[in-house]
């Protein structure tokens, strides 16, 4: 068995990362790894630090503050607030300033490559613009009535004999 995890209380003891309990901890920990983040050549327990560190954030941050889902109109409208963008400075990402608006305003969804390009433009997972279906009841009874009218329609038989 490794030396090191012999004694884990001992080593906790000694000043160990250990689980974040609150929003300080939670603080302390994400600073000491973005100043871990910043060094151009990490040693091998560095890199090991950070890892454990993200570990760690990650977990808190996933108890503790969620993010409600959003959908990609507000999304981007969010991103492009944050980093003083124009509509204009998205036009490599979908072609013209008519269809950003477009987008913007509801009358257009996304196609795949400008979702792919604005995942890649702002470093965020693709699902973040993909919007989410929702069915209402409606569409479920709409769904519901077609089904069963096609049950109850009898089978049409065959008229035609093979040979023998």
């Known amino acids: 068995m490794n030396t090191v995890i012999r004694n884990p209380a001992k080593m906790i003891a000694h000043g160990a990362p250990r689980v974040i309990h609150n929003d300080v901890e939670l603080e302390a920990y994400t600073e000491v790894l973005f100043r871990l983040t910043e060094l151009e050549h990490p040693s091998t327990s560095e890199l ?4 454990l560190l993200t570990l760690l954030v990650e977990r808190y941050e996933q108890e503790h ?4 889902e959003a959908d990609p109109v507000s999304v981007l409208r969010f991103l492009l607030e944050q980093q003083h963008l124009a509509q204009r400075d998205l036009i490599p990402e979908f072609g013209s300033e008519s269809a950003v608006s477009m987008f913007l305003n509801g009358r257009r969804p996304l196609n795949l490559k400008q979702v792919r390009m604005l995942s890649a433009r702002f470093k965020l997972p693709t699902d973040v613009f993909i919007s989410k279906p929702e069915i209402s009841h409606r569409s479920k009874a709409t769904v519901k009535r077609h089904s069963r009218s096609r049950k ?13």
């Not at 090991?48 to 890892?51: G, L, R, V």
């Not at 503050?65 to 409600?68: A, I, R, S």
Request: glycine residues 0%.
């Open 48 to 51: 090991d630090a950070i890892e």
């Open 65 to 68: 503050h969620l993010v409600p």
């Open 152 to 164: 109850s329609q009898p089978r049409k038989r065959s008229t035609s004999r093979s040979a023998c």
